[in-house]
């Protein structure tokens, strides 16, 4: 069951709703179906805990959080 994003034409109101089946979705705000559906970016899960890391490597930029991950700030 995915959950959408859209906007109101009648009165603006933006939401997100989540969709079962052929299920049509109606405005929370004033209850009408006139409803335009908006792009949406999916989530993306990674397995690492790991934050990604702007440094060059470990000490190498300067940084006092320096994990190293060879992105070039050490040049």
Request: proline residues 9%.
């Given at each position: ?5 859209y ?13 079962r ?46 994990c ?8």
């Amino acid at each position: 069951m995915p959950i959408y994003e859209y906007a109101c034409r009648d009165c603006g109101h933006e939401f997100e709703v989540l969709v079962r089946g052929e299920e049509k979705p109606v405005c929370p705000s004033c209850g009408r179906a006139k409803l335009t559906k908006k792009l949406s970016v999916p989530a993306a899960h990674t397995a690492s805990l790991q934050p990604s890391c702007p440094a060059g490597g470990p000490g190498t930029c300067g940084m006092s959080n320096c994990c190293g991950q060879q992105c070039g700030l050490n040049q």
